[in-house]
């Protein structure tokens, strides 16, 4: 593999090259954090729900009372 002093500069350089990956060594550990780790506190969750019938209408949605919605 090529050090990074060895890689010539300029665009498409490193083309057709073994580049040196510094994140590497974490993703193949599993000590790498994505987007998907980070946790906030606080954070609300949602997912989205396709619906079964083309073209089809939402009509009404019906919002849980004993849920803090503020």
Sequence with gaps: ???PASVPP?????????????????????RARYTDDITVPGAW???TIRSTIARGAIRSITLDPAFDWS
């Design 10 to 30: 300029g665009p498409g350089a490193a083309v057709g090259r073994s580049v040196p990956r510094r994140e590497g060594a974490d993703k193949v550990t599993g």
């Design 45 to 47: 969750y949602g997912r």
């Design 1 to 3: 593999m090529l050090s």
